[in-house]
């Protein structure tokens, strides 16, 4: 509110405004959905904070706008986590820059490179998925003699999940639903 006096204009913040008062500053609700997109823990939105963790503990109980901040960054996390996990599970490809001899001087080439599924990403995603099919399901270690070229890589390298397939991009955005109805942080 804005109130004249002597042809100053001086600043007088609103009191008439009843109600509980926020237990955060206003601004941090911002700051703690892009650390929960991160994959931040209590531990580490205390650390940020400087609060204690069962100050962190206790917004996300008492304060829902808080919880809501979390849980959408959150799932934010989960969805790369999910896709990286599912790219595991179904192989991919990528392309690596490697430093070769040309009559003498170095050339940089690319070369496309391929991941094999995952055994065991594939067990765990069907025997989640399709209880009734694969629960009871064991994985045999094979062991195979000869060059195989196999890498693993951090999941940097994973491809983003605008890359994925179609049907892969479907499953994700699934499955993310159904994390947002859980968690009860859906925009809708």
Same mark, same amino acid.
């Given at each position: 509110?804005?109130?004249?006096?002597?042809? !100053?204009? /001086? &600043?007088?913040? =609103?009191?008439?405004?009843?109600g509980p008062?926020?237990?955060?500053?206003?601004?941090?609700? /911002?700051?703690?959905?892009?650390?929960?997109?991160?994959?931040?823990? @209590?531990?580490?939105?205390?650390?940020? *904070? +400087?609060?204690?963790?069962?100050?962190? +503990? &206790?917004?996300i109980k008492?304060?829902?706008? *808080?919880?809501?901040?979390? @849980?959408?960054?959150?799932?934010?996390?989960?969805?790369?986590?999910?896709?990286? *996990? *599912?790219?595991?599970?179904?192989?991919?490809? &990528?392309? +690596?820059?490697?430093? $070769?001899?040309?009559?003498? #001087?170095?050339?940089?080439?690319? #070369?496309?490179?391929?991941? !094999?599924?995952? #055994?065991?990403?594939?067990?765990?995603?069907?025997? @989640? /998925?399709?209880?009734?099919?694969?629960?009871?399901?064991?994985?045999?270690?094979?062991?195979?003699?000869?060059? !195989?070229?196999?890498?693993?890589? =951090? $999941?940097?390298?994973?491809?983003?999940? %605008?890359?994925?397939?179609?049907?892969? /991009? %479907?499953? $994700?955005?699934?499955?993310?639903?159904?994390?947002?109805?859980?968690?009860?942080?859906? =925009?809708?």
């Open positions: 509110m804005v109130r004249k006096k002597k042809g !100053i204009q /001086r &600043y007088k913040p =609103d009191t008439s405004k009843t008062k926020s237990l955060f500053p206003p601004g941090m609700l /911002r700051k703690v959905t892009l650390l929960a997109k991160l994959g931040a823990t @209590n531990k580490t939105f205390a650390e940020f *904070f +400087e609060k204690d963790i069962s100050t962190i +503990e &206790y917004w008492n304060a829902p706008e *808080f919880k809501k901040a979390k @849980n959408k960054g959150g799932i934010v996390a989960d969805m790369k986590v999910i896709a990286s *996990f *599912f790219q595991r599970a179904i192989g991919y490809d &990528y392309t +690596e820059q490697q430093i $070769v001899q040309c009559k003498g #001087v170095p050339v940089a080439i690319d #070369v496309k490179k391929h991941v !094999i599924p995952d #055994v065991k990403a594939c067990q765990m995603w069907l025997a @989640n /998925r399709q209880k009734e099919l694969w629960a009871n399901t064991t994985i045999k270690d094979i062991r195979v003699q000869g060059n !195989i070229n196999h890498n693993h890589h =951090d $999941v940097k390298d994973i491809p983003d999940i %605008k890359t994925l397939s179609k049907q892969a /991009r %479907k499953i $994700v955005f699934e499955i993310s639903q159904k994390q947002l109805a859980l968690s009860g942080t859906s =925009d809708n």
